[in-house]
T-cell receptor, first 113, second 116 residues
Framework: AQSVTQLGSHVSVSEGALVLLRCNYS??????LFWYVQYPNQGLQLLLK??????LVKGINGFEAEFKKSETSFHLTKPSAHMSDAAEYFC???????????FGTGTRLLVSP | NAGVTQTPKFQVLKTGQSMTLQCAQD?????MSWYRQDPGMGLRLIHY???????DQGEVPNGYNVSRSTTEDFPLRLLSAAPSQTSVYFC???????????????FGPGTRLTVT
């Protein structure tokens, strides 16, 4: 069975500071990994996805994530936080097959001036 | 394209009432799914469909029914609402990808349901 663990239900940063949201996965087969963002009262939007083509994945809004197989991690980073980045972020894992997308519990990013 | 649309945005039901959450997509996606989102639990898959006439259960199917008579629509039915079904419900769709590639899901804006 596949699973993801997101460390920290809330992360607070100051505007301009580094953003680091942690995601560790468990999978018995090579995984596909995703980061989604959810702004208040909205649906989920795909930030980026790992598909084995490259270990460092760049997404929208300046976010990127690095796949580290040895650490079973796929942490999300952004060099400089903006107020508009305040949202909830979900890591998700899947193998082949449409139905096997499993989400983490989410991390709420708070950005202070 | 409107993408994935859901109606209603908000709904309050009494225990035992029934209702249908509507979901439609105009992207001609073959795959559609329903999730519920609860605090601290992320999104959990309720039911999904890989094409018109084909549906299957996800992680938390009890208390919910679905059908898929057209490619565009995938309604979720609550036959007898319970307080445990208070949640935010998201519909998502995805196009078919080559074998071995990941499915990217497109989400609707959600329906916030309260059962009293």
């Amino acid at each position: 069975a596949q699973s993801v663990t997101q460390l920290g239900s809330h992360v607070s940063v100051s505007e301009g500071a580094l953003v680091l949201l942690r995601c560790n996965y468990s999978s018995s087969v090579p995984p596909y990994l995703f980061w989604y963002v959810q702004y208040p009262n909205q649906g989920l939007q795909l930030l980026l996805k790992y598909t084995s083509a490259a270990t460092l994945v760049k997404g929208i809004n300046g976010f990127e994530a690095e796949f580290k197989k040895s650490e079973t991690s796929f942490h999300l980073t952004k060099p400089s936080a903006h107020m508009s980045d305040a949202a909830e972020y979900f890591c998700a894992v899947s193998s082949s097959g449409f139905q096997k997308l499993v989400f983490g519990t989410g991390t709420r990013l708070l950005v202070s001036p | 394209n409107a993408g994935v649309t859901q109606t209603p945005k908000f709904q309050v039901l009494k225990t035992g009432q029934s209702m249908t959450l509507q979901c439609a997509q105009d992207m001609n996606h073959e795959y559609m799914s329903w999730y519920r989102q609860d605090p601290g639990m992320g999104l959990r898959l309720i039911h999904y469909s890989v094409g018109a006439g084909i549906t299957d259960q996800g992680e938390v199917p009890n208390g919910y029914n679905v059908s898929r008579s057209t490619t565009e629509d995938f309604p979720l039915r609550l036959l007898s609402a319970a307080p445990s079904q208070t949640s935010v419900y998201f519909c998502a769709s995805s196009y078919k990808v080559p074998s071995g590639s990941p499915y990217e899901q497109y989400f609707g804006p959600g329906t916030r349901l309260t059962v009293t």
